[in-house]
């Protein structure tokens, strides 16, 4: 599913030289042509021009008092004649003539819409007729507005009209603006770092390694091919963090972006209707109590503290404290050395826990239904966004299970599965060892094609799998070498795990028995605290999960990599911006 | 409005052993007789109660099958007479007799029933007449029940029925619940660490310094001065923090943690409803970019990374972006070594950012918008909440304008207003020097008195009180020795500032200029890309403002201190639990 540059593409040295060497060109070319534009658009001396108050770059633009300012989004056939104001990036812009201007304007993700500006002055210089009645335009203003760089953010004031044809090319094709002022509020350069028609592609290369000659040469080779079949230039996701206002531009990114939003959205909603109260976990913590591997530390006033790798704990205080349903949002930060698609040292936690009253299929019944409503309602909300994001990452849909028919798996059921039906590779898996990201990728495949699903539950994880805080099963069942199973379950979404999750110890003997026996020291710093809560007050039977909120947005778009679904991945060599 | 422990109080030494020794012998007393019933509780041997199935400390208790399982703020009149299930809290228990014990349930915060339990079996031993029909309660039963260690989690099946009195001493004072089933499921121990009587008491030292042995020979002092008035002694900080389980299981906590939910929900819904989106910006990042004294180090993977101050950059990078409109819910971070009622090394910003069309009143609008929205709201949807509040912390009603009479004053108006009005003290504020706290306090109080609102706004700040990203005003208006006013402002609550925020410089030149007037090299890490970004590609006006969230809380309801209102206060000496 990883989208990578194809490792086998070996092009000669000669030919990966000669396409960078004409890369060069054209771009040098192109700032040339650019430069020319902007030393234009800087010289016009406005002053002579009967049209001066109808553009140029100020601050504080002045417009019609009936002009009515609409954002792009709202624009529909009522305003079908009426003068209205409107601000946008000017995305493209071309001259058709000397009396005649085409631009593009886009705002709110991706709602664009044609303009056009006509000079109404007849003729130049001393000659011109100044109209006496309607909008002045002259013809330095037409050429000016051409002039503007793409992505500058302009004010617009224009009459709302139905074109002759449909304008394919934007999205309110129904409608176009006869401009009749224009000003600059913000102006982009010459030359962009990455153009909207590169940050548009789908990102080529997520190695967040500085690129090594070689990868340079391979870059321009693939990109001259790219441009000699009509395409444009893709960029590297260095490159489009080193643009991150380009990089957000990008309608694709925008509608990630919105996906996102609404993940949370339901998140929340699902829960809080089920009397789930929201908490803030700590990120900073004096104890690195989950392990400490791959646990941040800093400098704390004399003392270490560290950046929490999961709200965990504090989750479990929240039901010690009689909170009885809780979740949070908000970071959490893993110190793993891993650049993959799958991994950030700091990514979003979406996380509850909550008291159970007969067992812990309450607690992945309630995590089952609020996934299920998330990946339900995404595709009747943001329809649109989906589509956005598929015409970039072209996707399989998503399958859904039918209502009822949830697939749920134990551990040693999956693992039989992939042992009968899985590739040859898998056929002496254990039924009492974890799942490596291979073996849970192939088990995926296998429930697609014989269950026609993309979602699913694989449940009573073997105890050598699970942290110390997860509850064997009370029945005494084992798999494999006798190990026993726990009430702990993995959630997937297409073959990726996405949840943990499970039932926790509440009685602190049993607690500390299976802290000891994982090799940890009930006294450690951080232990000691967790287990002493339990010991202090007494503690109701509870559980909960954890979901990441990247794979989940990622994995449901079938995106190439997590990073392309945070606002600023973090990875070991990225911290900018 | 600080609560503190009075410094003036000198209690004798000899008064502090004294009481001290009185304590203590009172906590061992008290404890010798919990061990006492803790080891009846533990020795009874049911295997001979005809009762045996409708008590003990089991882990998964068995019903009738008609019995109701219903929540404590659920039960009503309609339940009268119905048999139900119940988990809660014993928060109190006490024998009345052989055949009869008083049980106190607790659940949501502070929900409270009276619930009772009657032996039926007639006589005891051999000679014991169980009845044919209807509950077999035994006299070990009742006794048991009894025994049961307060703050223990507990099931109970019981019937519904009103009291011949309302039970004053619950908030469900109309009904009780007559058991007829009793289970433990989670025991708390014989001695609790703090008891919630003393959990519900007003904290008295927020210090969170371990106490020297004359502060503990104050508090012993105190505590005892406390109960020979008939008060229930109170706890520290330190000692509510040392038993966080309890802290939170408060009702005044759960109230507080109930009003900061709302908080945050109304802060989002208000904002959703205008168009706003929400982002989130990272905690990890590459350069300790608003200045380094604060900033909080760690190594990353070879290189330094920094804990976030606040999203601002990254506020900023969405307008950039194209995002028009965003808000964030986050974590922020100090590395400031201030051990006051105000700060915390962590703490929840509540941030946004918008473009602006015409001019900064639009986003000083906004956040007045959303604040007074919270602060009308909260006292409609939270009033219980806020009465709990108020019946530990008693506080004047908090006084908000009338609707289109909102107070802003001109840091000129405050400043003349302060020299005019103020206390002695403050007679030559200058109009071009920023406020200090004691400053901000003597503001406030003159507000109230003079226009009967605790919410207000100073705008107008001087460049020299505010950050290099902060907007010159465009008129040239200056105050003081010639210094020019920004298009700025704090917001205020009780006198405490709240907010900060203003418009933005969006002019790269402009911002390049302002940095380095404030010292800054426009090329030192993280304000490079900062920079940059206005140089890449242009960005349109805008503004926006940060809110203290846990400041809001405490302030709204004029808290002691923030360490009330997060879940998990963090303090340069505390990073526990």
New interface residues.
């Given amino acids: 599913m990883e989208q990578q540059p194809d490792a086998n593409a070996q092009p000669s040295k000669k030919a990966a030289k000669k396409a960078e060497a004409k890369a060069k060109k054209e771009a040098l070319k192109a700032q040339r042509a650019a430069e020319r534009v902007a030393s234009q658009v800087a010289s016009v001396d406005l002053e002579d021009d009967p049209a001066k108050d109808n553009y140029g770059s100020v601050?504080?633009p002045t417009f019609s008092p009936d002009a009515e300012?609409v954002e792009l989004r709202s624009l529909d056939e009522s305003h079908d004649g009426k003068t209205v104001v409107v601000?946008a990036?000017l995305q493209n812009s071309r001259i058709q003539s000397a009396k005649m201007s085409f631009v593009e304007l886009?705002?709110?993700?991706n709602w664009t819409i044609q303009g056009l500006v006509t000079a109404t002055i007849q003729g130049t210089g001393a000659e011109a007729q100044v109209p006496s009645e309607g909008p002045v335009i002259s013809r330095r203003m037409v050429k000016w507005i051409a002039g503007i760089?793409p992505?500058?953010?302009v004010a617009v004031e224009a009459k709302v009209q139905k074109p002759i044809e449909p304008v394919k090319s934007c999205r309110i094709s129904g409608l176009e603006l006869h401009i009749t002022k224009c000003f600059l509020?913000?102006?982009?350069?010459a030359m962009?770092?990455m153009t909207m028609a590169a940050a548009s592609q789908p990102v080529v290369n997520f190695s967040d390694e500085e690129p090594k000659a070689a990868d340079a040469e391979a870059d321009a080779q693939k990109d001259a091919e790219h441009a000699a079949s009509g395409g444009t230039p893709a960029a590297s996701m260095l490159t489009h963090l080193d643009?991150?206002?380009?990089?957000?531009?990008a309608p694709v990114?925008?509608a990630i972006?919105?996906i996102r939003?609404e993940v949370?959205k339901l998140f929340r909603s699902y829960l809080e209707a089920r009397r789930f109260?929201?908490?803030?976990?700590?990120?900073?913590?004096?104890?690195a109590s989950e392990g400490g591997a791959n646990v941040?530390?800093?400098?704390?006033?004399g003392?270490d503290?560290f950046?929490a790798q999961s709200p965990q704990?504090?989750k479990q205080?929240?039901i010690?404290?009689?909170?009885?349903r809780v979740f949070s949002i908000?970071?959490v930060?893993r110190?793993e050395?891993s650049n993959t698609a799958r991994h950030m040292?700091?990514f979003?936690g979406l996380d509850l826990e909550m008291?159970i009253?007969?067992?812990y299929t309450e607690v992945r019944a309630t995590l089952e239904g609020v996934l299920l409503h998330i990946l339900r309602e995404l595709q009747v909300r943001c329809a649109d966004e989906i589509e956005i994001v598929r015409s970039v990452y072209p996707s399989e849909p998503f399958l859904l299970p039918e209502p009822g028919k949830e697939l749920r798996l134990t551990f040693a059921e999956a693992q039989q599965l992939l042992r009968e039906e899985g590739p040859p590779e898998f056929r002496n898996v254990r039924d009492d060892e974890d799942m490596s990201t291979p073996q849970e990728k192939a088990v995926g495949a296998v429930v697609r094609a014989k269950y026609k699903t993309d979602f699913y539950v694989i449940d009573k994880f073997p105890e050598t799998a699970r942290p110390f805080y997860a509850k064997v099963d009370?029945s005494g069942a084992t798999v494999g070498d006798g190990v026993r199973v726990t009430n702990a379950f993995d959630f997937f979404l297409r073959g990726q795990e996405i949840l943990s999750g499970g039932q926790r110890i509440?009685?602190p003997d049993e607690l500390e028995e299976r802290i000891r026996s994982k090799g940890v020291d009930p006294k450690s710093p951080?232990i000691k605290?967790?287990l002493g809560?339990f010991?202090?007050?007494?503690?109701?039977?509870h559980g909960g999960g954890g979901i990441g909120l990247d794979r989940v947005v990622a994995w449901f778009l079938a995106l190439p990599s997590v990073h392309l679904t945070?606002?600023?991945p973090?990875t070991?060599?990225r911290?900018?911006?």
């Fill in positions: 601050k504080t300012a601000r990036w886009r705002k709110g993700g760089h992505e500058s953010f509020l913000a102006p982009a350069p962009l770092g643009n991150i206002a380009m990089h957000k531009r990114q925008q972006a919105d939003i949370k109260k929201e908490f803030e976990p700590p990120c900073l913590i004096g104890a941040f530390k800093l400098a704390y006033f003392q503290a950046l704990f504090y205080f929240e010690a404290g009689g909170r009885e908000g970071p930060f110190a050395n040292t700091e979003t008291e009253q007969q067992d009370d509440n009685d951080g605290e967790y809560t010991r202090q007050v007494g503690v109701p039977p945070a606002g600023y973090r070991p060599k911290l900018m911006p």
